[in-house]
C-alpha cells in the first residue's frame, strides 16, 4: 500500500464463526475502529446535530456527498474555505461518495422506487446521457448542465479533500439485465482505471491525503459480482466499496454480499455502501464488512422514529398516542442527552407540537445508538461472541 | 412579602443616571441577575436549541406558555409528569404567562397587524366573547370551546408549577379608544384580585413554590398607565408585569414605560412583556425594567438573521450572498459554539441547503449575544456607566 503512506489498515480480531473482523483504519484526520458506521452529513452537516452532539457519542466518521456539494455550494468554494472538514467543523475521518449514485439514482429512480412501482416517468429527467466519457446531468437546483467523469469526480473529491474518497461507477438500476448489467460493468472498470489515473496524478505532485476507494457493481449475478471483485483485487485501491442493487429484499442483498466477499482479497476495508438497518448491519458484519453508511438512523429520527433493540422493526414510533403519559426514557440503557434527560412523553408532546428540538433530541438518541451497536459488534467479535450481539440486539 | 417565602428580589446596584439596578431575583429553581432576558420556550421547549444550548451561555431563565400548554399536552398531563420543569428538562427558573395575551391577540389581532395594516376579519374567530366571567375561545388545534377563568389560569399555573406566574388580563388591542381601555382596565383589576384570591387558596394549603406577577394595562394613556401602577403597588404581588399595547413606534413605548415606571413602587422586579430588540432592551434597563422576554432573538435565528452589535438593524442576514466566501464568524468577540467552530460562509451554504442546522448554529448564537447584552448591562449599571451599553451595542 505504498500508495498511501498516510493510511493505514490493521486487522486486530478475527470472529472464528464468521467472515467478521474488527480491525483498525487509520487517516490523517485520526483513526477509525472497524467495523464502523459512518453518518451522512450530506450537504457538509449533518442533519439535526452538530459535530458536538456526534462526538459526544463517540461518532468517529462521516461522510458528505460529492453530488450535492458540487452543485451548492461547488468544491472549489469549499477548497478556497480550508477543504470539507474545517468548512463543516468535523476534524476527524471523512469519506466522499463520487457523485454517480445521486446523478444515476435521480436518473434511473432509485431500488425503493422500483420495487414499490413508484413511476418515475413523470419526474423531471435530469440524467440526460451516460458516455464513454461520463455522466451528463441537469443540477436539480438550477437546471444548469454539468458532466461528471471519473476525472472530474476525482478532481472534485480532491478539492473537497475527505480523507477516503471513491471511484465513480454506474449505479445500475435493480431492474437492469445481465446483458445492460455486464456492459455496464465494464464501463465502471474503464471508469475506475481513469480515475486511479487522475488519483495517480495528484500522488504524483505529492497528494498524500487521500486514499482511494474501488466499487464493486454487478448488480444481482454472481458471475459478474466476482469479476467486479476480481477487478478491485489487482488494483492499488485503499478499500473497496460494495455498490449498486444489492437485490430486492435482505435475503438476496445477503446472498449479493456474500457472493462479492467471498472473491473480495482479505487485507483491504471493504464499505457496505447505503445498508443501516440493525440487523442489516449484523449480518453484514458477519460476511467481513468493515464499514456501513445509511441515511436511514437520523432520517427517521427527524419523523419521530426511536431506535430501540429487541424492536419489532427495530424502532419506535414516537408520534403514536401510547408514549403520551410514558415517564421513561427512550431506552433505559441509553446514555445519551436525550435518554438521560427526557421521558418518552415530552418527546411525544415534541412531535405533536412539531418542535424541532423533538428532531434534535431523536437524531442525538439514534446516533448514539447507532454507536453503540457498533461498539458491542467489535466487543463481541473479539470475543467470539457475534451471536450475542444478534441476540441483544434483535427480536 | 411574607406571601413569598421561598422568593426574594434584592437590589444590589442602582445607576446615578437613569433608573436602570442590578437586582437579584431568588426562586426555589435558583436565582438570577437582572437585568435579565427571559427566553421563550413556548410549547415547553425552546425552537432548535436543548437546555444544554441555553445552559452554554449563562441562559438564567425561560418562560412557557399557559395558552399552548393548556391546549397541548394539557397542564393536568404536565402535572402528572412531575410539572414543566421536569417535563422540558430545564431544572432553573421559569415563568409562565397568564394564557390571555394569545387568545386575546389570536382574537384582536396583533399590534404588528393593525400598524402593518393585515386584515384579519378573515381569519377564524378563535376568541368567543369577554365576559365578567372570563374568556372564551376555540382551541386553534381542534376548534374545542375553553373559558379560561382568572382562576383557571391560576390553576393551570399552578400545575405547571412556573416559578414565577402572570394574573389573567385582558390585553387591548392597540386601536382602543379610551373608554374601551379604561373599561378593560378595571376588568383587568377585578380579574387580577380573583387571581389573588385563587393564589391565596394555594398559600393556605401550604404551596408556596410560585410566586405572582401583577400586570399593568392602560394602552397608551398616561392617566390609565397610572392608575394600573397605584392598582397594582397596592395588592400583594411580587412582582408587576408592564403588558399591553405600548403604542406604535419606539418614542411611544419609551413614553409609555416611563410612566408606568414612575408609579411602579421600585421594590418589586417589573417585567416587560414581549420585548427583546437589543436597543429597546437598553432605553427599557434604563427606565428600571428588571426582565425581559420576547421570541424574537430565536424565531430571527431561524430565518438565518444572526444578531450583531453595532450593526443596523441590530443582524445581519445569512442568506444574503454577500456571506457566501466570508470566512469570518458571526462575530469575532463572540464565545459561542457557532461562533468558536463555524465561518460565516458555512451559515450562508446551511441555510442555501435549508439545513435544520443552520437555525441550531444561529439560534445559539442569538442565545449568546442576548446573554452577554443582559452582562454587559449588568457590569455597565454597576459601573455607573450604561452608556458604554450604547456605545458598545448600537449604531
Redesign the interface.
Known amino acids: 500500500m505504498s500508495n498511501y503512506p498516510r493510511f493505514n489498515f490493521r486487522i486486530d480480531a478475527t470472529d472464528p464463526y464468521s467472515r467478521a473482523r474488527v480491525g483498525f483504519l487509520t487517516t490523517p484526520h485520526g483513526g477509525l475502529e472497524t467495523p464502523a458506521f459512518i453518518f451522512c452529513a450530506t450537504?457538509?452537516?449533518?442533519?439535526?446535530?452538530?459535530?458536538?452532539d456526534l462526538l459526544a457519542s463517540g461518532t468517529q466518521i462521516i461522510l458528505s456527498n460529492t453530488y450535492?456539494l458540487m452543485l451548492?455550494?461547488g468544491s472549489e468554494?469549499i477548497a478556497?474555505?480550508?477543504g470539507l472538514h474545517k468548512?463543516?467543523?468535523w476534524n476527524g475521518p471523512m469519506l466522499t461518495d463520487s457523485g454517480g449514485f445521486q446523478i444515476f439514482s435521480l436518473g434511473h429512480g432509485s431500488v425503493a422506487d422500483e420495487i414499490k412501482g413508484r413511476r418515475t416517468q413523470n419526474r423531471v429527467q435530469t440524467l440526460l446521457k451516460i458516455t464513454e466519457h461520463g455522466a451528463e446531468f441537469r443540477s436539480y437546483l438550477d437546471g444548469r448542465l454539468h458532466v461528471l467523469t471519473p476525472e472530474r469526480s476525482i478532481q472534485i473529491q480532491r478539492e473537497l479533500g475527505a480523507d477516503l474518497i471513491v471511484v465513480l461507477d454506474e449505479c445500475t438500476p435493480f431492474h437492469a439485465d445481465k446483458a445492460y448489467t455486464a456492459r455496464s460493468l465494464a464501463l465502471s472498470h474503464r471508469w475506475g482505471l481513469r480515475c486511479l489515473q487522475e488519483f495517480n496524478r495528484g500522488l504524483d505532485h505529492g497528494d498524500e491525503r487521500q486514499a482511494l476507494y474501488g466499487i464493486l457493481q454487478g448488480g444481482i449475478y454472481p458471475d459478474l459480482r466476482r469479476e467486479a471483485a476480481e477487478f478491485v483485487n489487482n488494483q492499488p485501491f485503499f478499500g473497496h466499496a460494495v455498490g449498486g442493487t444489492l437485490g430486492g429484499d435482505k435475503q438476496q442483498m445477503q446472498e449479493v454480499v456474500e457472493v462479492a466477499m467471498r472473491h473480495l482479497r482479505p487485507d483491504r476495508p471493504v464499505h457496505l455502501l447505503g445498508i443501516g438497518g440493525i440487523s442489516d448491519i449484523i449480518s453484514g458484519v458477519a460476511q467481513g464488512i468493515d464499514t456501513f453508511d445509511c441515511v436511514a438512523p437520523t432520517r427517521m429520527a427527524?419523523h419521530g422514529a426511536a431506535l430501540l433493540p429487541k424492536t419489532p422493526n427495530e424502532r419506535i414510533n414516537l408520534n403514536n398516542a401510547c408514549h403520551?403519559?410514558d415517564?421513561n426514557p427512550l431506552w433505559d440503557a441509553c446514555t445519551c442527552?436525550c435518554c438521560r434527560?427526557?421521558?418518552r412523553?415530552?418527546l411525544?408532546?415534541?412531535f405533536?407540537?412539531h418542535?424541532?428540538?423533538?428532531?434534535?433530541?431523536i437524531t442525538i438518541h439514534n446516533i448514539a445508538v447507532m454507536n453503540r451497536l457498533m461498539h458491542d459488534v467489535r466487543h463481541a467479535i473479539r470475543l467470539g461472541k457475534l451471536t450475542d450481539v444478534k441476540n441483544q440486539w434483535l427480536v
Chains 1, 2 share one sequence.
Not at 418542535?355 to 433530541?361: A, D, F, K, N, T
Open positions: 450537504r457538509a452537516a449533518m442533519k439535526a446535530a452538530t459535530p458536538a450535492h451548492q455550494p468554494l478556497r474555505q480550508g468548512f463543516c467543523g427527524r403520551r403519559e415517564r442527552y434527560n427526557f421521558s412523553a415530552y411525544h408532546h415534541l405533536k407540537s418542535e424541532i428540538l423533538g428532531m434534535q433530541l
